[in-house]
Each structure stands twice: as structure tokens, then as C-alpha cells.
């Protein structure tokens, strides 16, 4: 199976501040990777996918990149609804796996 | 409104069953591989099982923890998606989560809200 690893596994910032969080393959995914975003009770949200597409209605404070086995995915300008738990998935073979999440919390 | 709308999660004691339901509304689910995700409380997601599209002939894939328990199928008389657990045990439960590829593509685009199983005596 294709390990996933994010790092932070939590960070705090304040808004206004541009926040990279990172996920590495145990091994080559291609562009096959997928970040969402998740708020407390809630579902998941789709934010990108391979690798660096921004899914439809997403802000464009968001942007992701990487190939391969190390993707990274910047938020600009943090904004007070940008607070949530953040996963990357990879789809390149099954089992698709995720990240252990990194959760973004307020300063 | 395109969304999904899971239902059917409760309580059950370990070694019973439970089937799930979800609902598609606003597109055709036949068109689209669908998968079930579930998150344990307080825990990550974790992938449970895919079927392909009717194009691909809705054949399945399964997480090693849940294959041979759990049984992905449609429902093309009324646009749904059913995910049957047996034997189930207290790892099983979670928060399931069905969820919809893009159109011709293989990645999540669409989440339902949810429902929680647990399994518990």
C-alpha cells in the first residue's frame, strides 16, 4: 500500500498569514494526489485535484503543486473559514490512501 | 441541488449487519464511479470500497480490512448506492461517507453529508 504523510500534523497561524502544508508518497503517485478540506462535523470538501487543479468555486488563495512524491499545498492569505483539518489522498492505485490530516488552527 | 444524502447508519452489536443507502439527486448516478469513505471519531478518513461506472460494468474494489464484510451495489431504478456490512465489529465504527468521481475521471468531487454506525453491545 502507498503510504501517505503530512507534515505539520497541526499548525497554529493568524489571518493574513500564507500557510504551505506537505504530503509525501511512500512511493511515485503521478499527479494522481487530491487535498479536501474538513471543518468540525462536517463533511469533507474537495479542494484540488491532480495534484494542482482547483476543483470548481474554490478561492484562488488556494493553489497546490508536486508530482511524483512530494506535493505541497499553499493557502495565500489564511481566512477566518480556512480554519479546518486538511488531507491529501492519493489515486494512483488501490488502496487509495490518506494523509493523517493537518489541522489549522487560530493563533 | 447536485448533492447525496446517505442514510441508514445506527447502532448494532458486534457480528450484525446494516445496510446504507445513498441517494443522488440532480445527476445520474450510473455515470460515475462511487466510492465509501468513513472516519472513525476523533480519527483521519479512511477509503473503504469503489464501484466502477455502468460503462465499467459497476465492478468493485475494497479496503483489505472490510473485504469479504462489505458489499458495494446500485440501485439504477432509483438513482442510489447501497454499501451492505456484515460481521461488523467495534473497528467498523465511523462516519460513512458516500462519494462521487468526476464524470470520466477518478477523483472525488462530491461528498455527502454522512451517517454514523456503531457498533457496540
Known amino acids: 500500500d502507498i503510504q501517505m504523510t503530512q507534515s505539520p500534523s497541526s499548525v497554529s497561524a493568524s489571518v493574513g498569514d500564507r500557510l504551505t502544508i506537505t504530503c509525501r508518497a511512500s512511493q511515485d503517485v503521478g499527479n494522481s494526489l487530491a487535498w479536501f478540506q474538513q471543518k468540525p462535523g462536517k463533511a469533507p470538501k474537495s479542494l484540488i485535484y491532480?495534484?494542482?487543479r482547483l476543483q470548481s468555486g474554490v478561492p484562488s488563495r488556494f493553489s497546490a503543486s508536486g508530482s511524483g512524491t512530494d506535493f505541497t499545498l499553499t493557502i495565500s492569505s489564511l481566512q477566518p473559514e480556512d480554519f479546518a483539518t486538511y488531507y491529501c489522498q492519493h489515486h494512483k492505485s488501490y488502496p487509495l490512501t490518506f494523509g493523517g490530516g493537518t489541522k489549522v488552527e487560530i493563533k | 441541488e447536485v448533492q447525496l444524502e446517505e442514510s441508514g447508519g445506527g447502532l448494532v452489536q458486534p457480528g450484525g449487519s446494516l445496510r446504507l443507502s445513498c441517494a443522488a439527486s440532480?445527476?445520474?448516478?450510473?455515470?460515475?464511479?462511487m466510492d465509501w469513505v468513513r472516519q472513525a471519531p476523533g480519527k483521519g478518513l479512511e477509503w473503504v470500497g469503489r464501484t466502477r461506472n455502468k460503462a465499467n460494468s459497476y465492478t468493485t474494489e475494497y479496503a483489505a480490512d472490510v473485504k469479504g464484510r462489505f458489499t458495494i451495489s446500485r440501485d439504477d431504478s432509483n438513482n442510489s448506492l447501497h454499501l451492505q456490512m456484515n460481521s461488523l465489529n467495534i473497528d467498523d465504527t465511523a462516519v460513512y461517507y458516500c462519494v462521487r468521481n468526476a464524470k470520466g475521471d477518478y477523483y472525488f468531487d462530491l461528498w455527502g453529508q454522512g451517517t454514523l454506525v456503531t457498533v457496540s453491545s
Open positions: 491532480g495534484a494542482s
Open positions: 440532480e445527476f445520474i448516478l450510473s455515470d460515475h464511479y
